[in-house]
T-cell receptor
Framework: ELKVEQNPLFLSMQEGKNYTIYCNYS?????LYWYRQDPGKSLESLFV?????AVKQEGRLMASLDTKARLSTLHITAAVHDLSATYFC?????????FGTGTSLTVIP | EAGVTQSPTHLIKTRGQQATLRCSPI?????VYWYQQALGLGLQFLLW???????NRGNFPPRFSGRQFPNYSSELNVNALELEDSALYLC???????????FGDGTRLSIL
């Protein structure tokens, strides 16, 4: 069974700092998604990465995909409190979505 | 564009009962997915329906079942409820497999 591992699982960072969340997966796929989930809420789609080398940016978040390394990163630039949430990556194998364990991000003023 | 809608928002049942959860996809979306999110855990894939047929299911016992109707809405049925079935059940829809999934707000199922 495909495994999707995120690290770190928990991240506490100060406002204004930069950090990267990593998503490793164990099988070939060239479709990867990032989602955000606020406490008690559903998942919000952030990025869709559909090819090797894909890079997408929205505000303070930037996602990239390296299909050869089976790795995606979500980079946070100059974090602000509003980014506090749980972030999930998900790998699409063509017939199933596999979600990572999630990274719980807390941005401290 | 209306999003994915799920009902009910909350559902309280006792052990051994049966639960039915409902999902209406975004208009134009033919694929519907069901996930279980237990407290403190990630999302576990349950079922995928497309064009009225079950296309794939996750590693869950047969008492988890469902169907998709001609209008592409879907039901998830859970029979013989157990305490560990308590979780948030999320439905998502997409235009097709390989397209981004859009999630509903979920049904929180509590088993007493």
């Amino acid at each position: 069974e495909l495994k999707v591992e995120q690290n770190p699982l928990f991240l506490s960072m100060q406002e204004g700092k930069n950090y990267t969340i990593y998503c490793n997966y164990s099988t070939t796929s060239d479709r990867l998604y990032w989602y955000r989930q606020d406490p008690g809420k559903s998942l919000e789609s952030l990025f869709v990465l559909l090819s090797n080398g894909a890079v997408k940016q929205e505000g303070r978040l930037m996602a990239s995909l390296d299909t050869k390394a089976r790795l995606s990163t979500l980079h946070i630039t100059a974090a602000v409190h509003d980014l506090s949430a749980t972030y999930f990556c998900a790998v699409d194998t063509g017939n199933q979505f596999y979600f990572g364990t999630g990274t719980s991000l807390t941005v401290i003023p | 564009e209306a999003g994915v809608t799920q009902s009910p928002t909350h559902l309280i049942k006792t052990r051994g009962q049966q639960a039915t959860l409902r999902c209406s996809p975004i208009s134009g979306h033919t694929s519907v997915y069901w996930y279980q999110q237990a407290l403190g855990l990630g999302l576990q894939f349950l079922l995928w329906y497309d064009e009225g047929e079950e296309r794939n299911r996750g590693n869950f016992p047969p008492r988890f079942s469902g169907r998709q109707f001609p209008n592409y809405s879907s039901e998830l049925n859970v029979n013989a409820l157990e305490l560990e079935d308590s979780a948030l059940y999320l439905c998502a829809s997409s235009r097709a497999m390989g397209q981004p999934q859009h999630f509903g707000d979920g049904t929180r199922l509590s088993i007493l």
